[in-house]
């Protein structure tokens, strides 16, 4: 499997394809990242040195690529954040040239805006790109439940509500949705879920919830839910796969009390997931 991966990348820490590329690696997918953004470090710390890369390089280097006539081997695209409108065309673009070389070529978006703790932290133009032009071209999406009440225009609490704002999603063109992060009122204390639906159903994964915020963990999701979905076509084998891979990722970065994803020491969680969570079919 081959994925064209354009997201940010830092020097410091993992986020953007600096989580991405190495979980997937490990798993036996060649990546040909192409960055966005080459910073120091993410701009959690409030401050960080580097540029952004103009849409006009982004796309100098993905036409690079096109030249090598590489494109039709790429089985998926995947995005994350967009730090600028240009890009997202950008980002369009190239799943356009890959799907034509392609056409059974997936497009898996992270439609980042932010979280129900923090709410938006992109630029105003950034949300409303991703819902009315970048989503709807999108096969998978894999938003938070905040990002979901967004891209739908709901409020996403409990399961049935969820649900129902992932239908609305799959409406807008995906036909796959990756639900992060679901904090349903309803749930057992301290612990937190994701839901996958699809044409085929939907099934739902709970975990302890680790008290902690990880910067990246989020890119790891998406990368891995996106390559073993793309591997199997079972979205329950994946979300179990996924679920285990992050939640050993995340347990070892809180145990070794870093600030940033201990992502090469937890690299046999991606490689040997555990798969101790159940998946329950919910539709």
């Known amino acids: 499997m081959k994925i064209l991966s354009i997201q940010s990348a830092v020097a410091y820490g993992h986020v953007g394809n600096s989580a991405a590329v190495f979980p997937l690696q490990r798993i036996g997918v060649e990546v ?29 280097v993905i036409t690079g690529i096109d030249e090598r006539g590489v494109l039709g081997e790429i089985d998926v695209v995947l995005s994350g954040y967009q730090g600028g409108e240009g890009i997202g065309e950008v980002i369009l673009e190239a799943v356009a040239r890959v799907k034509a070389a392609n056409p059974s070529a997936l497009y898996s978006c992270d439609p980042v805006m932010g979280n129900a703790r923090s709410g938006c932290f992109v630029a105003p133009a950034i949300p409303i790109l991703l819902r009315d032009r970048v989503v709807p071209q999108a096969d998978v999406i894999t938003p938070n439940q905040f990002e979901l009440g967004f891209l739908t225009g709901t409020e996403p609490a409990d399961l049935a509500s969820t649900l129902a704002s992932a239908d609305l999603a799959r409406a807008l063109g995906p036909r796959t949705v990756l639900v992060t992060s679901v904090e349903r009122p309803d749930r057992l204390e301290d612990t937190i879920e994701m839901l996958a639906v699809t044409d085929d159903g939907a099934w739902i994964v709970q975990t302890p919830h680790i008290p902690m915020k990880a910067n990246g963990s989020g890119d790891v999701t998406a990368a891995l839910f ?28 809180y145990e070794s009390g870093q600030r940033e994803l201990q992502l090469v020491e937890s690299q046999e969680a991606y490689a040997h997931p555990r798969m101790q969570f159940a998946v329950t079919q919910v539709r």
């Open 32 to 60: 040909l990242p192409v960055y966005t953004v080459n910073f120091s470090n993410h701009t959690g710390y409030g401050a960080w040195r580097g540029p952004l890369i103009s849409p006009d390089d982004v796309r100098e």
């Open 226 to 253: 996106t390559a073993h979905y793309r591997a199997s076509g079972d979205a329950a084998d994946a979300l179990a796969r996924t679920v285990s891979s992050v939640f050993d990722l995340l347990t070892t970065t």
